[in-house]
């Protein structure tokens, strides 16, 4: 597709209708896209089935743009851009439901408790399905983990030191033993308080467990190790949006595979897989141009031809016809790499691309009468 029809499809590619849209405005800040990304999260929910384990968390997508719900989180990579809150299966890291962050509503009063309702509204499509949620800090809550719980689901996550449900025994103090443990039982929900150094305490809620067993292998307490084990599902699926960006990187992909062919042994022994089949799609989608380049090398430095020559798809070089004395003398053209303010005309041809050079830009081989036999 050229450059003018894509903006042109660009420029005329509409999501809503444009007709009621401030009308929509004064009661969703996202309705322009709110029609497409119903569909989106409904694709997403139908496609795959979650495992037993699912995270929720906060994404950043960096954006610079104009936007009322823009966001600045100086701790993020991108720092300013579109909040996006993620329910993630833990095992495959598939996004399975998402929405933005788009603060509050022109029409609605002033928030609370908006980390629980952000976690019930990801959660809907599992309600009685028994699986577990991780969570951290920000969305942790007494009466979240109950809510969770009557709704046939269970919860594991952080508590932040100033809730007003953890008992002073429970908080950090410079007296409890570096790697000991306090577990406190109410109903379907345990209290932990892990000491991992001195002076510092980490608080977990949890539905899932109600004892306070510990691994046999590493001697650490059951409940932290699923913690550890689930709590990174969005944060692995932020860096494979930073690793693998859709954003363009290179001016012109087909000469990035063309120079990497130099090399064909990069990949030997590795284990990333997923990057080897995107470096394999990619040398699957410009073949066709490949095979073109090669039937067409004019002007082809001799790089991009040995590259194309490692990958299988040798330099058609077309042989220029032995000069004849009866042949009348071959038009005078301007020089290919001088500058075209000089205006240097030449009737010398390069023997491999017929490209017309002027002598201080081509290379002449004297041969004695013996050797040019």
Known sequence: MSRSRFQNIISRLRFNDKITRE??????KFTAIREIWSYFQDNLQICYTPGSNVTIDEQL???RGKCPFRQFMPKKPDKYGLKFLLCVDADS?????????IGRQPTEQRQTQIGAKVVLELLKPL???SRNVTIDNFFTSVPLAKELRSKNLTLIGTLRKNKLEIPIEFQSN????????????Q???????????QNKAVLLLTSKHHDSQVDNKTGKLIVILDYNKTKGAVDTVDHM?????????????STFYFLQAKNPQWNQNKKYQRRLFLEELGLVL?????DFRSKNSKFLNTDIQNALAIVGYPVTKKNRPEPNENSTQPKRKQCSICERSMDKKTSIQCFNCSAFVCNEHCVKRIFCITCSK
């Open 23 to 28: 009308e929509r405005k004064r009661t969703d």
């Open 61 to 63: 997508l960096g954006f």
């Open 93 to 101: 890291r598939y996004v399975f439901n998402a929405f933005p962050y």
């Open 127 to 129: 309600y009685g399905s």
């Open 174 to 185: 410079k007296n409890r033993e570096v790697g000991s443990s306090l577990f406190g039982f």
């Open 187 to 197: 109903d379907d929900l345990t209290l932990v308080s892990f000491v991992p150094k």
């Open 241 to 253: 949006y930073h690793t693998y960006p859709l954003k363009r990187n290179f001016l012109n992909i």
């Open 286 to 290: 410009v073949s066709h141009l490949l």
